[in-house]
Every structure is written in structure tokens, then in C-alpha cells.
């Protein structure tokens, strides 16, 4: 699932998060918010992973993506 389908169906807090620490390690709550409305499937669009210390990362095209849709609300 593309981030502009995820992006309205995450809770606000998430997106508010993502928005507030864009490019930011994610913390549990917003990762698994992540997952859960993309039935716990990542796509390389998007997610970059796991960092070397176990954080989740968003890829840079998804920050970019973030900056822009929070530039434009």
C-alpha cells in the first residue's frame, strides 16, 4: 500500500507524530500503527527497515512525502 493511502487511515497521533520527528528512528506505538493498517506488511516504497539498533526507519522518499502533505495542510 502506497503512504498516501495509509497516510488518513493511521490515527492522528501518528500522524502528528511523523510529521513533528519526520526522518526520526519510530517508536513502537507509531510503528505498529504503521503495520496495522497495512495488515502488517511494509512496502520498500516506504519502509527502510530496521536501523542497526533495532529502531524502524521510513525510507527518505516517505520523510519527503510527509514534509510536503505537512506543508500542504
Known sequence: MEIAQWW???TAETRDW???HNGEPLPS???DDVL???GDLTD???WAGESVDGSS???DAAT???ESAANEG
Do not use: F, G, H, Y
Request: no cysteine.
Open 8 to 10: 488518513p487511515a493511521v
Open 18 to 20: 511523523l510529521v513533528e
Open 29 to 31: 506505538a507509531v510503528r
Open 36 to 38: 496495522r493498517v497495512n
Open 44 to 46: 520498500p516504497s516506504w
Open 57 to 59: 526507519e521510513l525510507t
Open 64 to 66: 519527503d512525502w510527509i
